[in-house]
């Protein structure tokens, strides 16, 4: 692994499921968040840690829940999944040790909830 | 809480020069950073200004003043490939790096 990976890559899901989407870096940065994108919205943070162990609500954590057992995983859940879910999905992290502003993104995980 | 304004699109000629702008509101301000997404693609990192003035990173510049709570990314000797949305950002909070985007400009870049 190089940088930052999601899983799935897609994924369509009926509503009320359960669904883990994944994020995994191998930079040991301390910090990754989740952000999910929305056509004429930009980015949107829903869920961030700032190291392992931490973690605390964006701007758009209702119905989303995360935790950071590691420094190198970072999952987000959906717990009952809604149609306003559909979104894509994108992780990323960053080493905010030495002041480095700059996030690295993975690829980005695109999900249909119908 | 934050708040970034930026134009939804902008258009401009290969070698030609554009400037995308970016006013925002903050409780408290950590930074403006800018980055770049091609369609469909992760968003990657360009620049980052703490402070007032100009940073350069070759074709690209970004510029930052903090007592009008604005900035802007120039791009020079435009290429097809500038094609992209470019979104401004400032960090959520003090106590780490997560970030508040803008919505995004969509540069289109023509022959």
């Known amino acids: 692994i190089a940088g930052i990976t999601q899983a799935p890559t897609s994924q369509i899901l009926a509503a009320g499921r359960r669904m883990t989407l994944r994020c995994t870096q191998d930079?040991?940065?301390?910090?990754m968040y989740w952000y999910r994108q929305d056509l004429g919205l930009g980015l949107r943070l829903i869920h961030y840690?700032?190291?392992?162990?931490?973690?605390g609500k964006g701007e758009v954590p209702d119905g989303y829940s995360v935790s950071r057992a590691n420094t190198d995983d970072f999952p987000l859940t959906l717990a009952s999944a809604v149609p306003s879910q559909t979104s894509v999905y994108f992780c990323?992290?960053?080493?905010?040790?030495?002041?480095?502003?700059?996030?690295?993104f993975g690829p980005g995980t695109r999900l249909t909830v119908l | 809480g934050q708040s970034l304004e930026q134009p939804s699109e902008v258009t401009a000629v290969e070698g030609a020069i554009v400037q995308i702008n970016c006013t925002y509101q903050?409780?408290?301000?950590?930074?403006l950073s800018w980055y770049q997404q091609h369609d469909g693609g992760a968003p990657t990192f360009l620049s980052y200004?703490?402070?007032?003035g100009l940073e350069e990173t070759g074709r690209f510049s970004s510029f930052l003043s903090r007592s009008d709570s604005y900035g802007y990314l120039l791009l020079q000797e435009l290429q097809m490939k500038d094609s992209a949305s470019y979104f401004c950002?400032?960090?959520?909070?003090?106590?780490?790096?997560?970030?508040?985007f803008g919505k995004g400009t969509t540069l289109s870049v023509s022959s």
């Open positions: 930079m040991r940065h301390n910090a």
């Open positions: 840690s700032n190291t392992a162990g931490t973690t």
């Open positions: 990323a992290s960053s080493d905010s040790s030495g002041g480095s502003n700059e996030q690295f």
């Open positions: 200004n703490g402070l007032d």
């Open positions: 950002a400032v960090r959520a909070n003090q106590a780490g790096t997560a970030l508040i």
């Open positions: 903050t409780s408290g301000f950590y930074g």
